[in-house]
C-alpha cells in the first residue's frame, strides 16, 4: 500500500488498552491516504480480527473514519477500505516567534484550513502580546467556520527555553522584557480551549511527523532556522524531549549559528551596510534576505558567508544524526526558504562523507513538506498528536 511496516506502531490483545489500540488503529488508517481494509489493519497493527472490527465499529460511530468503497485482493471477496474523516475534528496552532506570529487551524489529516499571520509587538511587556494572540486566536477559529465542538485544542509553539509542566515561556532570548509568563494558563482561561505546549523546533519535528517529509519515518531530526536554531529529534517513532523539554538546543555550534549572526559577519565585512543593522528579529530576516539577494546575484562574500553557515550546521547534523543513528534530516523554519539552495548544495555531501554517519544505511536530507509556517502547524500536531497519536505512556496501569 505503499506504507513503510516501521512506521505503523504495534498494538497489543491485552484487556484496558482499548485507548492505545484505538489510536493505532486510527494512526495506520491516516498514513494511507487511499484507506485501509480490516484485514490489512490486522496485519499491520499486530491486533486481532476481531480488536481491528471493533475498533473499526467504534471509530465509524463517532466519525472519525469513513467506509471509502471497495478494493479487490486477488480473487477473494472485495474489502471495505476505511480512511480518516478529515473534518471530524479540528486542532488550532500558534506559534510565537519573536519576528512573527502565526496562527493555523487543522482538520485530521494536517490540512490547514485556515491561516494568519501577524507581526510580534517589539514591546518589553509581554501583556499586550498575549492580549494580541487570544483575540487573533478567536478571530480565527470564527473566520475558519470551524464548530466548537470539533475543536480539540489550542497548541502553542514557544521560544525556548519553556517550563512545559508549568506553561511558562522562561526569560525567551529575543523577546524583550519576558520573564516567566504562563503562556498557556492564560490561553486556556481567555479561550476556553484546552491548551498544550511545547519548544517550537519540538512542535516542528511532530509536524514534520504527522504531515510532512517524516511522515513514513520513526527515526529523523529536523533542523529549524528560524531567529534562533534548534533541532528536534524523533526516535523510534517517540520525540525526544529531555528531562525539562528543553531539548535540541544547539549553542554548541556558536553564535554565528543564527540569522543574526549570518547579518553581524555581513556588516563587519562590508558586504551589508550598516543600514542593515538588526534592530529586532523582524529587521535580522529583513537583513538575511537581503544577504541571500546578494549571493544569488554573484556577490561572493555573500555566498561564502552562508556556505559557511551550512557547513557549520552540517557537521552539527552529522554527529546528531550518529547519536540518534537517524534516517533522515529534515530542514525548515521562517529562515530556511532564503538559504535553502546553498544548504541543500553542501549538507547532503557533508552527510555522505561523515566519517560519523552509519554506513549501514542511507541518510537523506531533504526540505519541510509542511512549509514556512511549520512550526504553527506543529503546534496544532501537538494537540492532534496528544489526542489521537498512540500515546506508550497511555500503557501504563494504575
Not at 61 to 66: E, I, P, R, S
Not at 209 to 236: C, D, I, K, Q
Not at 246 to 269: F, K
Request: glycine share 12%; proline share 6%.
Amino acid at each position: 500500500m505503499g506504507t513503510r511496516q516501521t512506521a505503523i506502531r504495534r498494538g497489543t490483545n491485552l484487556p484496558r488498552m482499548g485507548d492505545f489500540n484505538e489510536s493505532v488503529v486510527l494512526d495506520a488508517i491516516r498514513r494511507v491516504p487511499g484507506g485501509l481494509s480490516r484485514v490489512e489493519l490486522a496485519e499491520s497493527t499486530g491486533l486481532s480480527a476481531q480488536t481491528v472490527s471493533n475498533i473499526c465499529r467504534r471509530l465509524l460511530d463517532h466519525g472519525l473514519a469513513l467506509e471509502t468503497g471497495k478494493k479487490s485482493f486477488g480473487s477473494g471477496k472485495p474489502r471495505t477500505l476505511l480512511r480518516v474523516n478529515a473534518e471530524a475534528r479540528f486542532a488550532v496552532g500558534v506559534h510565537l516567534d519573536p519576528a512573527v506570529i502565526t496562527y493555523v487551524v487543522l482538520d485530521l489529516l494536517g490540512n490547514v484550513v485556515a491561516h494568519l499571520r501577524v507581526p510580534t509587538p517589539p514591546v518589553a511587556d509581554p501583556e499586550q502580546t498575549l492580549s494580541g494572540l487570544s483575540e487573533s486566536i478567536r478571530q480565527l477559529i470564527e473566520e475558519s467556520g470551524v464548530p466548537a465542538d470539533r475543536l480539540l485544542g489550542l497548541g502553542i509553539a514557544a521560544p525556548g527555553p519553556v517550563d512545559v509542566a508549568a506553561g511558562l515561556v522562561v526569560d525567551p532570548p529575543e523577546l524583550e522584557g519576558w520573564g516567566r509568563v504562563p503562556l498557556r494558563d492564560y490561553l486556556a482561561e481567555e479561550t476556553g480551549l484546552p491548551v498544550v505546549m511545547d519548544k517550537d523546533v519540538i512542535a516542528a519535528a511532530i509536524a514534520e511527523r504527522w504531515a510532512g517529509a517524516a511522515a513514513h519515518s520513526g527515526n529523523f531530526l529536523f533542523f529549524y532556522l528560524g531567529t534562533g536554531s534548534g533541532m528536534g529529534l524523533v526516535v523510534e517513532d517517540t520525540v525526544l524531549r529531555g528531562v525539562s523539554g528543553n531539548a535540541g538546543e544547539v549553542g554548541g555550534l556558536g553564535a554565528a549559528c543564527t540569522t543574526r549572526g549570518m547579518v553581524d559577519e555581513a556588516i563587519h565585512l562590508g558586504v551589508l551596510s550598516h543600514d542593515f543593522t538588526p534592530i529586532g528579529p523582524r529587521d535580522a530576516e529583513r537583513s538575511l534576505a537581503e544577504l541571500c539577494r546578494l549571493a544569488a546575484e554573484g556577490n561572493a562574500t555573500a555566498g561564502d558567508i552562508i556556505d559557511r553557515q551550512a557547513v557549520r550546521v552540517g557537521r552539527g547534523v552529522c554527529a546528531a544524526a550518529t547519536l540518534v543513528d537517524a534516517e533522515l534530516i529534515v530542514f525548515g523554519g521562517p529562515i530556511w526558504p532564503h538559504v535553502a539552495d546553498r544548504f541543500l548544495r553542501i549538507v547532503p555531501a557533508l552527510v555522505e562523507k561523515s566519517p560519523f554517519v552509519k554506513s549501514l544505511h542511507p541518510t537523506r536530507v531533504t526540505s519541510t513538506e509542511v512549509g514556512d509556517d511549520v512550526g504553527a502547524v506543529g503546534a496544532a500536531c501537538l494537540v492532534l498528536d496528544r489526542t489521537l497519536s498512540a500515546q506508550p505512556q497511555s500503557l501504563l496501569l494504575a
